[in-house]
């Protein structure tokens, strides 16, 4: 079955630092990637997403995350990072073909120091 | 649009007791789904349905019901509550199997005393 790893579990940065959470997943096919966000009190939701095409991709925000195929991975980076930033940030796998079921990262929990 | 509800937001349950978990989303969306999100284990899929009388397991059914009479509504049943199944529930819809893109409701906390 695929699997998601996020190795990072709790990251602390100040503010203007620069952001790279990691995600990597099992899956050896096709699949579409994602990152959802969840903002204390709030319901996650969606940062960005890779279906195709170029390998990075703009999220909102100022996010941003890179495809590399021959690494399994899809990270998060974002140049400069804000108190509001701070959130817990989940990656998500679809494997697409006939797979019905999203598979979810354990998330990181990001904070950011004002 | 209102998009993903969910109801109650809190709810505390005797062990043994059962429940229903109220789902609805007004996007006329054909995919639905319940996760529970646990610390450190996040979100874990529990049932989910391609459409209007079509429900499958996830990855942690048991303990669980669903059904999907329309294609607005997708309640979560608690057969006979164990403090193991303390989490927050959380229910999305997606459009459909290609941009699998879902949305999600703000979540119901439960604990199970």
């Known amino acids: 079955a695929q699997s998601v790893s996020q190795h990072n579990h709790h990251v602390i940065l100040s503010e203007a630092a620069s952001l790279e959470l990691g995600c990597n997943y099992s899956?050896?096919?096709?699949?579409?990637l994602f990152w959802y966000v969840q903002y204390p009190g709030q319901h996650l939701q969606l940062l960005l997403k890779y279906f195709s095409g170029d390998p990075l991709v703009k999220g909102i925000k100022g996010f941003e995350a890179e495809f590399i195929k021959s690494k399994f991975s899809f990270n998060l980076r974002k140049p400069s990072v804000q108190w509001s930033d701070t959130a817990e940030y989940f990656c998500a796998v679809w494997p697409g073909s006939s797979a019905r079921q999203l598979t979810f990262g354990s998330g990181t929990q990001l904070t950011v120091l004002p | 649009n209102a998009g993903v509800t969910q109801t109650p937001k809190f709810q505390v349950l005797k062990t043994g007791q059962s429940m229903t978990l109220q789902c609805a989303q007004d996007m006329n969306h054909e995919y639905m789904s319940w996760y529970r999100q646990d610390p450190g284990m996040g979100l874990r899929l529990i049932h989910y349905?391609?459409?209007?009388?079509?429900?499958d397991q996830g990855e942690v059914p048991n303990g669980y019901n669903v059904s999907r009479s329309t294609t607005e509504d997708f309640p979560l049943r608690l057969l006979s509550a164990a403090p193991s199944q303390t989490s927050v529930y959380f229910c999305?819809?997606?459009?459909?199997?290609?941009?699998?893109?879902?949305?999600f409701g703000p979540g119901t906390r439960l604990t199970v005393t």
């Open positions: 349905s391609v459409g209007a009388g079509i429900t």
């Open positions: 999305a819809s997606s459009k459909d199997s290609i941009t699998y893109e879902q949305y």
């Open positions: 899956y050896g096919g096709t699949v579409n």
